[in-house]
Antibody, heavy 118, light 106 residues
Framework: EVQLVESGGGLVQPGGSLRLSCAAS????????MTWVRQAPGKGLEWVSL???????YYTDSVKGRFTISRHDSRNTLYLQMNSLRPEDTAVYYC????????????WGQGTLVTVSS | EVVLTQSPATLSLSPGEGATLSCRASQSVDNYLAWYQQKPGQAPRLLIYDASKRATGVPARFSGSGSGTDFTLTIRSLEPEDFAVYHCQQRGNWPFTFGPGTKVDI
């Protein structure tokens, strides 16, 4: 069974940092297109970043220079390092993988809540 | 950035009725359009990808159509578990974008 489990969310002050983790089982993170998507409270879904199997990365404009997506192959884990956090980064962060549906994300974690507030 | 517009914002229906949801893109995304279902407190679930392909395990009552800028998700005969928010998403251009969602409620 394919499973993605996020961790690392919590309350952080503006300007602070957090690192989110997404531990995978049943799939190999390094062999699949993986992504982070966020959802602010009561709002829609927003793409944050993705990483291809060859290591190529993309970021949405609002997080460029502040967030970094990476993976640890031996731990089979995806990460999102978030620096210089702002209140508008407050959201549930989901990791997802494109496993069996072309390059569309068909496997999602349960999400981890990040709250940026003083 | 490709802007996706979904209509209607809310669709009030009863179990057994059919539902037709629309998603329009601000520019062509070829057939790189997906539909997700999301229930409160849950992660999105992929229903349809590449405009018309059903994801693994998705019931046949869900179908997708369209290409270019106009897409439709059809739910034939709503089941109680189908009442949720439906998001469209394009991967034709980066940044990938989502629509604002259509809520299907009773």
């Amino acid at each position: 069974e394919v499973q993605l489990v996020e961790s690392g969310g919590g309350l952080v002050q503006p300007g602070g940092s957090l690192r989110l983790s997404c531990a995978a089982s049943g799939i190999t993170v390094s062999s699949n297109l993986m992504t982070w998507v966020r959802q602010a409270p009561g709002k829609g879904l927003e793409w944050v970043s993705l990483i291809y199997s060859d290591g190529y990365t993309y970021y949405t404009d609002s997080v460029k220079g502040r967030f970094t997506i990476s993976r640890h192959d031996s731990r089979n884990t995806l990460y999102l390092q978030m620096n210089s956090l702002r209140p508008e980064d407050t959201a549930v962060y989901y990791c997802a993988g494109a496993i069996n549906s072309g390059w569309t994300f068909d496997c999602w974690g349960q999400g981890t809540l990040v709250t940026v507030s003083s | 950035e490709v802007v996706l517009t979904q209509s209607p914002a809310t669709l009030s229906l009863s179990p057994g009725e059919g539902a037709t949801l629309s998603c329009r893109a601000s520019q062509s995304v070829d057939n790189y359009l997906a539909w997700y279902q999301q229930k409160p407190g849950q992660a999105p679930r992929l229903l349809i990808y590449d405009a018309s392909k059903r994801a693994t395990g998705v019931p046949a009552r869900f179908s997708g159509s369209g290409s270019g800028t106009d897409f439709t998700l059809t739910i034939r005969s709503l089941e109680p578990e189908d009442f949720a928010v439906y998001h469209c998403q394009q991967r034709g251009n980066w940044p990938f974008t989502f629509g604002p969602g259509t809520k299907v409620d009773i």
